[in-house]
């Protein structure tokens, strides 16, 4: 078929259009990742990694803020993982209609779309005006694991989603109940899925810093909590947040891109550890 | 259908199952209900003046919302004008333009995306403090801003913020369209540009409308960055609301103003706490709401739910 000249053309601009945006999203996605890593990575000596905070954050470590990181997000883990398979239960075994798991899964989206400041909030209202708490860790970890909820449901039903049919079907005709069919076929099949899962919730927790803001993070001063109710904890998204806040010394500025690529280390490792199960299990779900 | 029917025995995995999801169905509802809760000094004070009240002044007991939600419109605004042909133009680049052999080259670009929406909002306000905003100050130069710290900067930081989640929704909506539509389009003469328009593009409108409107979703309830970057000085409700001006000055968002320190001056004084609450309320309410339609345009009814 003989095309027009005017086609060619149309055709020719259209190509060079999306091609200018996807040179200019790489530039950019590029430039951000660029500037974390040209700017942190002079900053982190070992000693970054294992020295306290000190100078209001102009010289020392983010030793306290590492730590207090990992107790929030493992806290919120903890939180979190059962009530996501229950939730990732619910929708795969328990709910007959396809009406109704559909609206499960949509609220989970809605759900994971909500802003975290929102938890912050509400967290202020429970913990500091019903119970009385001080800072805590515990009101940390627990908003923080609210929050990962939908996403770590949502990882484990698309995981379940992906199993194939017959070793339901398998299960079903060896007599197994719907308990045991659970047990011992779908949760032991989903291992990886809920090991992806939660690296994803582990990598988003890790990086929040609205849900901590009221109720459980504080500046400095704070190594491991000593209790449950008045022990807040240092996290590296609120010492970035504060720190940036006031930037205009420069040996606050170079501390600042040191947390910055320690926290974004942190937050990609996750996601990255979680990388080769997501991408075995979207693999198994073209090939059932 | 799984497993045997019930046989009148307890079941613990399913009421364990089940009560965690009431559990967290009871969470997520209760914090509305919190909200709504916490706000009623306000509501009796002000009843629905607040949703159309153009001032917010704490110390002379002015609570509106419409300075807030004003500031949260542009900037998202700004944020889509700015992702969406973006992100959309390089969707359609590595799903349908990249010849068909290089499926590695989009699975990387996908995982590279993917990892990028990642990156915490903190570390993207940082960006915005040390880069964007310098950037901004002197592009608007011209228009002789106090400092770079205005809606636009605000704006322009969300859209690179969401631009990953765009792209990502995107380039899933593009895939789900079966490979042969393209063939048999190729087949019948038309150009590359053509499938694209007239045969993929329609098909694939609500996942991409999906796409956006969870971009939207996330724009109107992100805190950290753009209370970074934005000012944080409440907008008079802007007499020239056509105007661009605003966007050369500095603002106040939903979420900046809950996330600031008027949060905590609130505690004590029961009305501005039901102000505060109020405004959680309202971006609650909001986002749950463009989101839901969000959610519902990518997860179609019917066979695979």
Redesign the interface.
Known sequence: ?R?SVG??W??R???L??????A???V??AG??G??LWRGLPVLRPGFLTAVSSEAGASGGVRDEIVGTLILITTALLVSA??A???A??HA??L?S??A??RL???L??????????????G???F??FFGWGKSWLAGGLLLG?MI?PTL?VALIERLRSLPRKY?EA??AL?????????SVLLPQCAGGLLSGALLGL??A?????PI??AAAVFSGAGLPSGLRDSPVAAL?YH??VL??D?FDPSV?SH??GA?CV??GL??GL??LA?PARLRAHEEAQNA | MIGRRWDGRLEMTAVFSWGFTSLAVATFLGMLVLFAAQSLPLWRHAGAGFLSGTTWFFRAGQFGVLPMVYGTAIVSAVALLFATPLGIGAAIFTAELLPRGARRTRLAVKTAVELLAGIPSVVYGLLGVLLLRDFVLRLLAPWDPLSGDTLLTGGLLLGIMVLPTIISLSDDALGGIAGSQRLAARALGLTRAETVLKVILPQALPGLASAVLLGLGRALGETIAVFLVIGRQDNQWPERLLSLRPLTEAGQTLTSKLGGSETFLALDDPLHWGAITGLALVLYAGVALVSWIGARLALPGGGRA
């Open positions: 078929m095309r086609r060619g149309i055709d601009a259209f190509w259009a999306c091609a200018l945006c996807a200019c999203v790489g950019l996605l951000i990742a500037a974390i059962p009530l398979t229950g939730v239960l619910v075994v328990y007959r396809l009406p798991r559909r899964l949509v609220a989206y809605t759900a994971n779309a909500l802003p975290s400041i929102l938890f912050g909030i509400a202020m209202v429970v500091s005006r609210l909820l449901s339901r299960a079903s007599g197994l109940t719907r308990a045991q069919t659970v047990w990598a988003r890790a990086g929040e810093t609205a803001l009221f998204p970035i947040f940036a806040q930037s500025e600042l891109w910055a926290l974004v937050v990609l996601s990255l990388l």
